[in-house]
C-alpha cells in the first residue's frame, strides 16, 4: 500500500505542479471565448465551470480507467508507474494543450486543429480516421455498460434490451442541445462514479490488502508474460487512465462552453488527472483481487461487480456499478456527439437546424450498429473490434502531440514544446510496436517489433528536425495563431 500511497499523492501533487507549469506556457488571459461569442444555443451554450469539469471528466473516463486498468494491473507495479507518469506529462498535457488550442480556434474539432498544424493532407486523413474512432467508441461503449445492466436484471431485461436502450438515449443526447441532456443529467452520473471511486478508495485503506510494492520488482506478472510483453501491451491496455487521443476530440466540445480561458486547467487538466487516479485506485484493487483469486479471470465486469459487492455491500455494491455503467455511456454519447460536430466542420454544415443534423447522424449510427452486430457474433468479434479501438486510440494521441508539438515550436518560448515532444516520440514507439506485434497487425515477435517500433521513433525524431530545420530558414512561415 506505500506504493500505492505515493502514487496517489504523486498525481494530486502532478496537478498543482506540472499543471501550472504547463497553464504558464499556454498564459490563459481574459479574452473572450467562442462560448460567448458565437453562442447558438446548441453547442455553443455557456455553462459554469464545475459542471464542463463533470462533463469533460465522464466524457473521457468510459470504461477506460476502470476495466482498462484492471486489466493493465495483471502487468505488475510498471501500471502504477504508467498511470501517474503517463497522466502527469503526456494524458494531462495532451489534453490541456488541445483544449486550449481549440479554444482560440472557435472550439475547432481536433481533425481540423491536427490538420492546421501538420498540413493538409494529414487532415483529410485525420478527418476520415478520426470519424472512424468515434464510431468505434459508440459501438464498444454499448455492449459493456449493457451487459452489466442486464446482470442488474437478470431473466427479466436481456442485453439486447439495453442495447436498444442505450441506442436511443445516444441518438437523443446526440441531437439535442447540449444542455438539455448532458448538461443536467452528466453531474447526476459523475456523484455514482465518483461515489464508486471514493467507496473502492476507502476499502483500500481499511483492508490494507498485500499488493505488489515498487521494491518487490518490476518484472512482468501477467499470465502470458512470454507473448504479452510490458512494451507496447501495458501501454495500450491502460489508455484511458494515462493518455489516451479520445480525450483530446472531447476537448473541444468544452471548449465550447467554458466562459473563462483559465478554467482550461481545472476543466482539461483536472479532469485527466482526476481519470489517472480512478485509474490508480482500480488497479491497486485488482492486484487484491488477483492475489486473492488468481490472475485466471479475463472479465474486468466480474472483478467490478465482486470487489464493489463484498467491499461496499449491496446498496454501494449497486451503486458502484451505475457509475460504471454511466461512464461508457456517457462516453459513448458524446463520440457520436464529437463525430457530428467533425463532420460539420469540414463540410461547412451549421448544426442550428435538426435537419442538418440529422443528415450526418443516420450514417454515423447505421454504422455503428452494424459494427455491433459483428461484435455481438461471439466474443471474439467484440475483442477484436476492441483492439482496434484501442491501436487508433493511441494513435490519435501521436498525431494529436506532433500537431501540439509544432504549434509549441511556433508560437511559444524556445524549447517549450519539449513538453509533448518527448510524449510524441515515446507514443509513436509504443504504437509502431504493438502494430507489429500484435495478432491484428503483423504478428511479429516481440523483439523485431521492439526494433521497428525504435525505427518509428528515430524516424519521427528525424521529420520534425527536418521540418524545425526548414521552419528556421523560412522566416515568412506562418499559421494563424
Given at each position: 500500500?506505500?506504493?500505492?500511497?505515493?502514487?496517489?499523492?504523486?498525481?494530486?501533487?502532478?496537478y498543482f505542479i506540472y499543471g501550472r507549469f504547463v497553464e504558464r506556457i499556454m498564459a490563459p488571459d481574459n479574452r473572450l471565448t467562442p462560448a460567448l461569442t458565437q453562442t447558438d444555443g446548441m453547442d455553443y451554450i455557456p455553462m459554469p465551470s464545475w459542471k464542463i469539469f463533470m462533463i469533460q471528466f465522464l466524457n473521457i473516463a468510459g470504461l477506460g480507467p476502470i476495466f482498462g486498468a484492471i486489466m493493465g494491473a495483471k502487468f505488475g507495479t510498471s501500471a502504477y508507474l504508467w498511470i501517474v507518469l503517463g497522466s502527469i506529462f503526456a494524458g494531462a498535457t495532451h489534453d490541456y494543450i488541445a483544449g486550449m488550442i481549440s479554444l482560440r480556434h472557435n472550439g475547432e474539432s481536433l481533425p481540423e486543429i491536427i490538420g492546421r498544424y501538420l498540413g493538409k493532407s494529414t487532415k483529410l486523413v485525420m478527418r476520415l480516421f478520426t470519424v472512424i474512432l468515434m464510431i468505434l467508441v459508440g459501438a464498444v461503449f454499448v455492449a459493456g455498460p449493457a451487459g452489466l445492466l442486464a446482470n442488474l436484471t437478470p431473466e427479466v431485461l436481456s442485453t439486447t434490451f439495453w442495447i436498444c436502450v442505450i441506442f436511443v438515449y445516444y441518438i437523443i443526447a446526440t441531437l439535442l442541445p447540449i444542455d438539455k441532456i448532458i448538461g443536467k443529467i452528466y453531474p447526476v452520473f459523475g456523484a455514482a462514479l465518483l461515489f464508486m471511486a471514493a467507496g473502492i478508495l476507502a476499502m483500500l485503506f481499511v483492508h490494507a490488502p498485500a499488493i505488489p510494492e515498487l521494491w518487490d520488482g518490476m518484472q512482468n506478472r501477467h499470465p502470458q508474460a512470454a507473448t504479452l510483453p510490458i512494451f507496447p501491451f501495458m501501454f495500450v491496455s491502460i489508455a484511458c487512465g494515462a493518455i489516451s487521443g479520445f480525450h483530446a476530440t472531447q476537448s473541444p466540445l468544452m471548449a465550447r462552453c467554458l466562459k473563462h480561458e483559465r478554467s482550461g486547467r481545472p476543466v482539461f487538466y483536472g479532469a485527466m488527472i482526476a481519470e489517472g487516479i480512478v485509474a490508480l485506485i482500480w488497479a491497486a484493487a485488482a492486484n487484491a483481487y488477483f492475489n486473492e483469486h488468481g490472475m485466471g479471470e479475463t472479465n474486468a465486469a466480474v472483478i467490478v461487480d465482486s470487489?464493489?459487492?463484498?467491499w461496499l455491500g449491496v446498496v454501494g455494491g449497486v451503486l458502484a456499478i451505475l457509475g460504471v455503467i454511466a461512464a461508457p455511456i456517457t462516453t459513448g454519447d458524446t463520440a457520436f456527439r464529437s463525430a457530428r460536430l467533425m463532420v460539420a466542420d469540414f463540410l461547412g454544415m451549421s448544426q442550428k437546424r435538426m435537419r442538418s443534423r440529422l443528415y450526418i447522424c443516420?450514417?454515423?449510427?447505421?454504422?455503428?450498429?452494424?459494427?455491433?452486430?459483428y461484435s455481438l457474433r461471439d466474443a471474439e468479434g467484440f475483442n477484436v473490434i476492441w483492439r482496434y479501438f484501442a491501436w487508433a486510440n493511441q494513435?490519435?494521441?501521436?498525431?494529436t502531440l506532433w500537431a501540439l508539438t509544432v504549434y509549441l515550436m511556433l508560437h511559444k518560448k524556445k524549447g517549450y514544446y519539449y513538453v509533448t515532444f518527448f510524449p510524441a516520440v515515446f507514443m509513436t514507439a509504443v504504437c509502431f510496436t504493438y502494430i507489429m506485434v500484435a495478432p491484428e497487425g503483423f504478428g511479429l515477435r516481440p523483439a523485431a517489433a521492439g526494433s521497428f517500433g525504435g525505427i518509428g521513433a528515430i524516424v519521427s525524431i528525424l521529420w520534425f528536425r527536418i521540418w524545425q530545420f526548414r521552419v528556421k530558414n523560412k522566416p515568412t512561415y506562418q499559421v494563424k495563431k
Open positions: 500500500m506505500i506504493t500505492f500511497t505515493l502514487c496517489l499523492l504523486a498525481l494530486i501533487a502532478g470487489l464493489t459487492k463484498n443516420i450514417p454515423l449510427f447505421l454504422a455503428a450498429i452494424a459494427l455491433l452486430l494513435t490519435l494521441a501521436v498525431f
